[in-house]
């Protein structure tokens, strides 16, 4: 098991977003148990922060995020900020931009993210879920999308996450509800990839983190970067990085790496390169 979220190396946003590294994994925690961590402009611009240092770390393969406690993953944006800051168009604009930047690097994060969830996941909390490229969630968790019991307009990128997810009709009927549903029927909707036991999602999500941390990274990044290729309309497909990095790929030492260790009946050793 992973010796995090519990020890955490670093922290931002005034210690509401913490950062950790362990075999591979990087985890960022969002630690405001409180108030269901629930997300500020500051924490997310300490997620940015922490997320731009696990990107650029050599050694980390694979990012999991998480929230502190048993309540919540994330219960969305901070209401309480809203009378001030998101009270109008203009307004929320400005607030949008904030966080804009953070919403862009998780959606093009080069390195595979996770979502561990469990307790609440509202709002922009699903915004985060839905950015990460897996969902694991523990079976005591509820997911939903308040916006139309707020009077807010939940925006292009979010709703095109979700409609991808989950289909047009679902997405309407969330969105247009406020409704919040379990774990149960997030799995078979597709809007969480695997539900298992409370006490077992640590575990679980540990476990398919440290199988993506020692398998090839040039291998997963393709992966990565075709499946956000076929997912664009095909007039904004870039068929060059998905020839660039299958290129790279079948190139590498790690390509040798992978077929000498199976001939070998050996654990293969890769390096990313
Ligand atoms: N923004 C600000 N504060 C929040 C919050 C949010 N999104 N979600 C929870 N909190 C605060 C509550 O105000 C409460 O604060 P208090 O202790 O000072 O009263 C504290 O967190 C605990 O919340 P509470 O409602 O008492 O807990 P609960 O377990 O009964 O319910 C939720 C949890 C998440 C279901 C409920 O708090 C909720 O509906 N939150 C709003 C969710 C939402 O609309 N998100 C979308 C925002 S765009």
């Given at each position: 098991m992973?010796?995090?979220?519990?020890?955490?190396?670093k922290?931002?946003?005034?210690?509401?977003i913490?950062?950790?590294?362990?075999?591979?994994?990087?985890?960022?925690?969002?630690?405001?148990?409180?108030?269901?961590?629930?997300?500020?402009?500051?924490?997310?611009?300490?997620?940015?922060?922490?997320?731009?240092?696990?990107?650029?770390?050599?050694d980390?393969?694979?990012v999991?995020?998480?929230?502190?406690g048993?309540?919540?993953?994330?219960?969305?944006?901070?209401?309480?900020?809203?009378?001030k800051?998101?009270?109008?168009?203009?307004?929320?604009?400005?607030?949008?931009?904030?966080s804009?930047?953070?919403?862009?690097?998780?959606?093009?994060?080069?390195?595979?993210?996770?979502?561990?969830?469990?307790?609440?996941?509202?709002?922009?909390?699903?915004?985060?879920?839905?950015?990460?490229?897996?969902r694991?969630?523990?079976?005591?968790?509820?997911?939903?999308?308040?916006?139309?019991?707020?009077?807010i307009?939940?925006?292009y990128?979010?709703?095109?996450?979700?409609?991808?997810?989950?289909g047009?009709?679902?997405?309407?009927?969330?969105?247009?509800t406020?409704?919040?549903?379990?774990?149960?029927?997030?799995v078979?909707?597709?809007l969480?990839?695997?539900?298992?036991?409370?006490?077992?999602l640590?575990?679980?999500?540990?476990?398919?983190?440290?199988?993506?941390?020692g398998?090839?990274p040039?291998?997963?990044?393709?992966?990565?970067?075709?499946?956000a290729?076929?997912?664009?309309?095909?007039?904004?497909?870039?068929?060059?990085?998905?020839?660039?990095?299958?290129?790279a790929c079948?190139?590498?030492?790690?390509?040798?790496?992978?077929?000498?260790?199976?001939?070998?009946?050996?654990?293969?050793?890769?390096?990313?390169?």
């Amino acid at each position: 098991m992973l010796d995090v979220p519990n020890k955490p190396e670093k922290s931002f946003a005034d210690g509401k977003i913490l950062r950790g590294i362990a075999d591979g994994v990087g985890v960022v925690t969002f630690n405001n148990p409180d108030k269901r961590n629930a997300m500020s402009l500051d924490m997310w611009e300490g997620l940015g922060q922490a997320l731009v240092e696990l990107r650029d770390d050599p050694d980390v393969r694979v990012v999991i995020m998480v929230g502190a406690g048993d309540k919540a993953f994330v219960s969305g944006a901070d209401i309480s900020q809203f009378e001030k800051t998101r009270h109008n168009a203009a307004a929320s604009e400005e607030y949008s931009k904030k966080s804009a930047a953070q919403r862009a690097l998780l959606a093009d994060y080069p390195k595979p993210t996770i979502a561990c969830i469990r307790g609440f996941c509202l709002g922009g909390g699903m915004q985060v879920a839905m950015l990460a490229d897996i969902r694991i969630a523990s079976d005591t968790s509820q997911f939903g999308i308040p916006a139309a019991r707020l009077g807010i307009a939940y925006g292009y990128d979010g709703l095109k996450h979700l409609v991808s997810l989950v289909g047009p009709s679902w997405a309407r009927l969330l969105m247009y509800t406020g409704m919040r549903i379990d774990s149960a029927e997030a799995v078979r909707i597709g809007l969480v990839d695997r539900v298992v036991a409370d006490a077992e999602l640590w575990n679980a999500t540990t476990e398919i983190a440290r199988t993506i941390s020692g398998n090839a990274p040039l291998a997963i990044q393709a992966a990565k970067i075709t499946i956000a290729q076929v997912l664009k309309d095909e007039s904004q497909r870039d068929m060059d990085a998905i020839k660039d990095i299958g290129n790279a790929c079948m190139d590498s030492e790690d390509f040798r790496e992978g077929r000498q260790a199976f001939m070998e009946k050996r654990k293969p050793q890769f390096k990313g390169r």
